[in-house]
């Protein structure tokens, strides 16, 4: 029996597709495959549509950016302060694709707010993870793929920033070599290798470019192919809820909501980064003029995702933080808050899934996501890491705040200087106390219900507020995490007295794991629900009486 | 304990299964899941009037998208810069309105087809663990295993083994010697030890490059020094990388508030109470420039390291842990202020091998 022939141009180009690919198989997988909805998935669609945005701009950008630092006089008409001016080509190419080329500021600013964009997405979405755990088996190794976008998409971003080779990215680029400097050992060499020779030279603009248009996207676009691969292959995470569980995946199917909703978004966030280049201005290189290695502005800042190491630079005093060991010069003042701190902050950050799956002695699969709430020492932790991001940040624009507020410089750095230990601590010590009061809530409110405002007085004259119980999916919603506890280890004796080995370092383990789940709240069970209906019931029969009043909400009940 | 979570008398919930039931299965450690919610329908799915207007809201939608991308083009050639600033501006403004009119268009367009038109009942779909089963992996080891005999060199030909890493870990060399040779420039770090700065090298005013007259300095005035040298060399390279080193800023200062400079026993470096430092941040490299007249201090703007110029421009407040190079100065028979000789220390950052 011959096959049936498809007659639509549609089913013909299928079928001829099918025939030299069998891209059936692959359609026939994905396209009802099942996505979970919630709108904190959106956050990655963002960073990945703001980098195609981002491509495409900058692919008009290439077109008249020449990356070269040969000399040239301005020859274009407007801003008529540089005519004639002598500046490298990279300067003056981009002046001239802002005055002269149609479209041309649009594309640039469209590009520099979509590169902001594109990294702080980044790190909202992995805020969302880190809250979530869906750093947790078995999606390990896409979060450090996801980790190390993120360090490109910095990478990306400075060398970007510092092509037009205008004064200020200059002078970060200044900064840049004073740090890479400070390396022990090799710090010159290094700092030879960046610039070619001695800062600035003239081979650093077309080093940018070349990682910045070359070798970063295509590293990026690996990695997200890489990234986006693993996802369908894991299957999507989901929120926690009634009828989701670790072994099955409730949403819509790919095609079409998806597929509609995911092509939406892209135009949305597409059409929102040209509403911003449109309408705000930013960079405008020829304000500050080429570089030249004298001036410099005051109230300068980097792009917000340097300020953090920017800010940390500021903080650390410098007198006695210069070491002069055997003769050789090791600048603590600069390795501590350029390299060690973000060099920290990174290995904290990729070793936190294998950190946590150890201290919980965790080898499951997870793909429902924990409520933040339930995992109060991981959120309390990121939560002081974001602080301490905020003050460094805050600590980076020290001259703003002490122009706009007319205070002493001096003042604030001290401050911000205890904040940077002090302020951590805090945040952490605060949101885990939240955490757990929000644990209490989950059982208060699973035992007792919600408060529904309405009043009622007994025969005897007693007042209560009545409480709705609440329905089996919010009680799942509550009531569906696990609680982990401490490790527990073997003893250090064995059964003969004899010391074992690798007790001290099981002990250390679990001394970390009774800092994550020392303290803890239970979560609600059937028991103790039942136990509370059973002392509560003469409230129930007598509420039922005609004699109740009722009145607005509100009010608690006094006892 | 509290005992109030009664249920209100007049309840109308539609939910029928209340947590209590959890009881009858016996004091279990979890409350049982319900499962997922009912389904409930849509405006749309329901009303194929309301159906209808959101189809109606969608056709707008992707016209508006067109007339943005039409506006855009109309924007393109009616308005174009006339090469000001405010021209530009304009420009950008409506061609970027367009297309960004274009581009919210189809988004919302597509988004409000999604969620109002598309199916939205909830799907469930089966997942597996990952990890393939035990068959698959012995099978998969069997495979490599054959592989591995097939090739030959399992347990023995020790020497073929150590030639094909060697040669694969050596290759890159050849590669790597060119590129390590060159990539540094001349590799010469001394280069950071030493400016453009000599023996009488006259002080010359930055950008122009006009020596500067003692006289023309007057008390309290504060000057941008480079050294002077060929207008012709002004304008390479070369020059960039020279000036990074060798930009000074100058002050002349009352003599009596000049407590301090960095003169050794025997010579002075200042004179008259002017003195010329080095303008390059002994923190990171920014240049140093803004001096508050009333304290004599100089304050870096990227990091706010602080330095008293009348007491040898020691650090006072921030981040940088040295005082500023101090360029001794003089005056020239002409009257020219020249330097005495190159920085004594190296200026700028720290590194490695600053003081061997």
Known sequence: MAKQRPTTALGKTADYLDQRTTIGVLVKELARKVFPDHWSFMLGEIALFSFIVLIASGFFLTMFFEPS???????????????????????????????????????????????????????????????????????????????????????????????????????GLRIIDGVVKSIPVIGSFVSMIVF?????????????????????????????????????????????????????????????????KMTGNFFIIAGVLTLMGATMAINNVWNYGPYDPSPVSAGTQPDWYILFVDGALRLMPGPGWEWVIGGYTLSMNLLIPALILPGILFTLLGAWPFLEARVTGDHREHHVLDRPRNRPVRTGIGVALFVAFVICALAATNDLIATHFSLS?????????????????????????????????????????????????????????????????????????????????????????????????????????????????????????????????????EAKAPAAVTGSGGAHRKK | ??????????????????????????????????????????????????????????????????????????????????????????????????????????????????????????????????????????????????????????GRRGVLKGAFFGALALFPLAIAVPLIGSVGGDWNISAFKHTMWKRGTRLAIDPSGRPIKVADVTVGSVFHVIPETTEEFRESHEWITEKSKAVVLMVRLNPEDLRTDQSPEGETWSHEGIVAYSKICTHVGCPVALYEQQTHHLLCPCHQSTFDIADSAKVVFGPANRRLPQLPITVDDEGYLIAQDDFAEPIGPSFWERLK
């Open chain 1, 69 to 171: 630092m040969a000399l040239v006089r301005y020859e274009g008409d407007y801003p008529a302060a540089m005519h004639g001016q002598l500046m490298s080509a990279a300067f003056s190419s981009t002046v001239n694709m802002s005055f002269e080329v149609r479209g041309g500021m649009l594309m640039r600013q469209i590009h520099h707010w979509s590169a902001l964009i594109f990294v702080g997405s980044i790190v909202v979405h992995m805020f969302r993870i880190f809250f979530t755990g869906a750093f947790r088996k078995p999606r390990e190794i896409n979060y450090l793929v996801g980790l190390t976008m993120l360090i490109l998409a910095l990478a990306a971003g400075f060398t970007g920033y510092s092509l037009p080779d205008d004064v200020l990215s200059g002078n």
């Open chain 2, 1 to 154: 304990m509290s005992d109030n979570q009664n249920p209100p008398a007049d309840t109308s919930h539609e939910v029928t299964v209340t947590p209590q039931t959890g009881n009858a299965v016996g004091h279990a450690e979890r409350f049982p899941d319900p499962g997922i919610p009912e389904h409930k329908h849509r405006l749309t799915d329901t009303d194929p009037r309301a159906a209808k207007r959101a189809e109606r809201t969608v056709t707008f939608l992707f016209v508006l998208s067109i007339l943005g991308t039409i506006g855009s083009i109309v924007a393109y050639v009616m308005v174009p810069p006339d090469g000001t600033t405010s021209g530009v501006r304009l420009s950008t403004l409506l061609i970027g309105l367009g297309l960004a009119v274009s581009l919210l268009g189809i988004g919302v367009a597509g988004i409000h087809w999604a969620k109002a038109l598309m199916g939205d009942k909830e799907m469930v779909q089966e997942r597996h663990p990952l990890a393939s089963d035990d068959a698959t992996r012995a099978d998969a080891v069997k495979d490599l295993n054959d592989g591995l005999e097939d090739s030959g060199v399992v």
């Open chain 1, 409 to 541: 410089i001096f003042a604030i750095t001290w401050a911000l200087r205890v904040l940077i230990f002090v302020g951590p601590v805090f945040a952490f010590w605060v949101t885990k106390r939240a955490c757990l009061g929000l644990q209490r809530k989950d059982r208060e409110l699973v035992l007792h219900g919600h408060e529904s405002g309405r009043i009622v007085r007994f025969a005897n004259g007693e007042y209560v507020e009545v409480h709705t119980p609440l329905d089996p999916q919010e009680v799942w919603l509550r009531t569906q995490h696990d609680v982990p506890r401490p490790l527990e280890i073997k003893p250090a004796m064995d059964a003969r007295g004899v010391r074992r080995k690798g007790y001290r370092s099981d002990r250390r383990w679990q001394k970390l794991s009774e800092f994550f789940y020392e303290d803890r709240v239970e979560r609600a069970t059937p028991a103790e629900l039942a136990a509370a209906h059973s002392h509560g019931k003469h409230d129930e029969i």
């Open chain 1, 196 to 260: 070619g020779g001695e800062f600035p030279g003239q081979h650093i603009i077309p080093r940018l470019f070349t990682l910045h248009i070359f070798v970063i996207p295509g590293l990026l676009i690996a990695l997200i192919g890489l990234h986006l691969f693993l996802m369908v292959l894991q299957k999507h995470t989901q929120y926690p809820g009634s009828g989701r569980t670790d072994r099955n995946v409730v949403g819509y199917p790919a095609a079409p909501v998806y597929v509609a």
